[in-house]
C-alpha cells in the first residue's frame, strides 16, 4: 500500500478545509492591489470573501506559487514610497464574484499539484461558478458559466 499523499503546500501549510467554505453566504469581495506609477494593475494580490457571520477567508499566492486559503481579516493598505503602494477596497462589479454576492458556496473542488499543493479552487454558487488559481505565481479569478 502506498503512502497517502499530502494535498497541503510543503511551505504554507493546507489552510482550513476547502469544504469549510461550503453554506456559507457571501455578503462581500475585497481585494488588495500593487499600484505602481500610472500603471494600471493587471489583477488582484488576493482577495478576501467575507460571508453573511462577518468572518473572512483570504486567497492569495505563496512564494512556491501554491494557491493560499487561510482565515484573516483584510488588512489596511500601505505605501511602500519608490516600490509604490498597496491599496485594499472593495472589489466593484468587474469582480467575477459580484455576480454571486448574496448566495452561499454550494461546492468546492480543489486542483492540486504533487511538489506544490494547492493550485486551484473553484467556487460554485447557484448561478455560477468563480475558480481561483495560481497562475505562474500571479491570482487569477475567472467566472465559470
Not at 500593487?34 to 489583477?43: M, N
Not at 477567508?57 to 514610497?81: K, Q
Not at 454558487?125 to 497562475?135: A, I, K, L, Q, Y
Request: aromatic residues 4%.
Amino acid at each position: 500500500m502506498e503512502p497517502e499523499k499530502s494535498n497541503e503546500c510543503p511551505l504554507h501549510d493546507g489552510g482550513p478545509s476547502a469544504q469549510s467554505l461550503v453554506g456559507r453566504r457571501l455578503t462581500g469581495a475585497v481585494g488588495s492591489w500593487h499600484l505602481y506609477g500610472g500603471e494600471d494593475p493587471v489583477g488582484p494580490l488576493g482577495v478576501w470573501l467575507v460571508d453573511d457571520q462577518k468572518a473572512a477567508v483570504h486567497i492569495t499566492t505563496g512564494s512556491d506559487w501554491c494557491l493560499i486559503v487561510e482565515v484573516s481579516e483584510p488588512h489596511v493598505g500601505h505605501d511602500m514610497g519608490d516600490s509604490g503602494l498597496i491599496a485594499v477596497e472593495a472589489m466593484g462589479d468587474s469582480s467575477p464574484f459580484a455576480a454571486h454576492i448574496g448566495e452561499s458556496v454550494v461546492a468546492v473542488r480543489e486542483k492540486h499539484e504533487p511538489n506544490t499543493g494547492r493550485m486551484a479552487l473553484e467556487l460554485s454558487f447557484p448561478t455560477g461558478r468563480v475558480c481561483c488559481e495560481s497562475w505562474g505565481g500571479d491570482l487569477r479569478l475567472t467566472a465559470v458559466r
